[in-house]
């Protein structure tokens, strides 16, 4: 039974051999068959896209014609650009031709115009620059601020649209023609009313000392060395190389005499409620200016040396007190003590010289230039001032009726106090080693007056 079963495995193995046989010849003959096909398919595409051809190369010669044709318009509109910009070009050097021609006319019709209105445009100019000064002058004395109608801003943006003189009374400003009389008449007027209001007529008359080293500087007396090093820290050795002395101060001696040593002490004031004048909180032996005066300014000004009987050094010495910060007003209305700063420029207004009929008739007579007897430009400069030694007793005597501190607002954002050592012994270097050992206290004395405002 074995055996038998291993013949009959043997003969089913022959028969699945035979069966593969028959399978691997049929899948051969089928892809013969199938190859054969696909053959004749790509045949087929191929003798379709034969009969195409005389189809396609007519649209090749289509879309070739189209394209010359598209090259010929692009040409020609090319050619139709270039002309244009030779046209534009034509165009603008007709046009440079005639503005050309046009500018040397109109400069042929200024010089030739009537001389008699240059020159009173000139000497309108000139006259217009002279009563925005005098504007300026009238913000800064009444001092509102740009939100009140009655501010000198006003006049000031009025004053540059003016295009003639307006109107004159018996050679005073009248109110009425558009000019600028009428913007001087309206600033006399104002002033007029508020010159009583603000109490300009009757001020409040102040005379205060104030010391350099106790309220500016917090030495106090017993620390003469701190003083000392204080002076010494301001000690300069060529005043000419201080732009505030070269620019603001009047030379004692000329600069090629070589340097002049100095002390040039900076300090800034300010009238504010609880700070003393130079900004520092009020304490005993303080002073201060009332804030409740919206304007206080320096009538007369004096410089005292205290602890200095005047035998170590001069008993004249001579210093430089000015100004260089920003003056500061309080605004006279309201409640909220608003400030303004301003940055005075002390210049010189050079003085109008009488205008004749041989001036006006004059061709090469220019107001601006031939009528002034001097330049806007220039700056009055600060002359030394006499330092006393201070004995101890307040003496108005001894305040120097100085001019060139009237006016300007005792609030200012910083000071320079200038002392030459020429001035103290004939060797400024020993008159400042000297100064500097036996002055106990710089002090200023100011006599103020002050408007309460509105």
């Known amino acids: ?37 696909e053959v004749l398919q790509k045949v087929k595409e191929l003798e379709a896209m034969v009969r195409e051809e005389a189809a396609l190369r007519l649209e090749a010669y289509t879309q070739a014609e189209v394209l010359q044709q598209t090259a010929g318009r692009y040409l020609a509109k090319l050619a139709e650009g270039e002309r244009l910009l030779e046209s534009r070009v034509a165009s603008r050097r007709d046009a440079a031709a005639d503005v050309t021609e046009a500018r040397y006319q109109d400069m042929t019709f200024r010089i030739f115009r009537n001389d008699a209105l240059q020159k009173y445009r000139s000497a309108f100019d000139l006259a217009a620059r002279y009563v925005y000064l005098a504007a300026n002058a009238y913000d800064f004395e009444v001092n509102f601020l740009r939100t ?33 009389a009428d913007s001087l008449a309206r600033m006399e007027a104002n002033w007029s009313v508020l010159k009583g209001r603000f109490g300009v007529i009757n001020p409040q008359i102040a005379d205060t000392r104030f010391s350099l080293r106790k309220e500016a500087y917090g030495i106090n007396d017993a620390n003469d060395a701190a003083w000392r090093d204080e002076l010494k820290k301001w000690r300069v050795e060529d005043l000419w190389a201080v732009p505030e002395f070269r620019r603001f101060c009047r030379p004692f001696a000329p600069e090629s005499l070589g340097p002049q040593p100095g002390l040039v002490l900076r300090f800034g004031t300010t009238i504010s409620f609880g700070l003393n004048y130079f900004g520092r909180p009020l304490s005993g032996g303080d002073s201060a200016y009332d804030p409740s005066q919206f304007s206080t300014k320096i009538a007369k000004a004096g410089i005292w040396l205290s602890g200095s009987d005047g035998t170590q050094i001069s008993q004249t010495p001579r210093v430089y007190l000015v100004p260089i910060g920003m003056d500061v007003l309080r605004s006279p209305t309201g409640n909220t003590l608003a400030t303004r700063e301003w940055r005075i420029v002390d210049q ?107």
């Open 348 to 454: 010189v207004i050079p003085v109008p010289f009488p205008i004749g009929q041989t001036d006006l008739a004059d061709p090469d007579w220019i107001p601006l230039n031939d009528s002034l007897g001097g330049s806007f430009a220039q700056v009055r400069r600060y002359a030394a001032m006499p330092a006393r030694h201070d004995a101890g007793i307040y003496a108005e005597a001894d305040l120097t009726n100085d001019s060139r501190l009237v006016g300007r607002s005792a609030w200012n954002t910083e000071w320079v106090l200038i002392i030459p050592g020429g001035t103290l012994l004939n060797d400024p270097e020993a008159g400042l080693d000297a100064f500097i050992a036996t002055v106990q206290d710089v002090k200023l004395y100011f006599q103020t007056y002050s408007y309460a405002g509105d």
């Open 1 to 37: 039974m074995g055996l038998t079963a291993d013949v009959a495995e043997t003969v089913q193995d022959g028969f699945s051999l035979a069966k593969e046989g028959v399978q691997l010849r049929t899948d051969l003959d089928l892809e013969v068959v199938d190859q054969r096909y």
């Open 148 to 180: 009140d109608q009655r501010a000198g801003r006003r006049f000031l943006t009025d004053l540059v649209r003016q295009r003639n003189l307006g109107q004159l009374v018996d050679g005073n400003p009248a109110v009425g023609t558009p000019g600028l």
